[in-house]
């Protein structure tokens, strides 16, 4: 049995918990940047492509401000996989 394919992803993070350490925009800076006053901003639905990078992101975040939700031909919408 083949894995199934990401198809959609969403990004949330709870900037209540961000302590901006930029872990996320070195594991993936396609996604994570922060902005001219240092402040966190992401890609809310990055590409599908994105999905290992985003899934290393959260996982390498020390205070696990991110979510990352996915949608698959196999799942339900909003299966979460990294907090």
């Known amino acids: 049995m083949t894995e199934p394919s990401v198809t959609g ?3 949330i993070v ?3 918990l961000c302590q901006s ?14 902005d001219e006053d ?3 901003v992401h890609k809310p639905s ?8 985003v899934v290393a992101a959260a996982a390498a975040c ?3 401000a991110i979510r990352v ?4 031909g196999a799942s339900a919408p909003g299966r979460a996989h990294a907090r």
């Open 69 to 72: 939700e996915h949608t698959t």
């Open 14 to 16: 709870d900037m209540d």
């Open 21 to 34: 350490h930029g872990q996320c925009v070195f594991a993936a800076p396609d996604v994570f940047a922060f």
């Open 62 to 64: 020390p205070v696990r």
């Open 38 to 40: 240092d402040v966190l």
């Open 9 to 11: 992803l969403a990004v």
């Open 46 to 53: 990055p590409d599908p492509a994105q999905y290992q990078r």
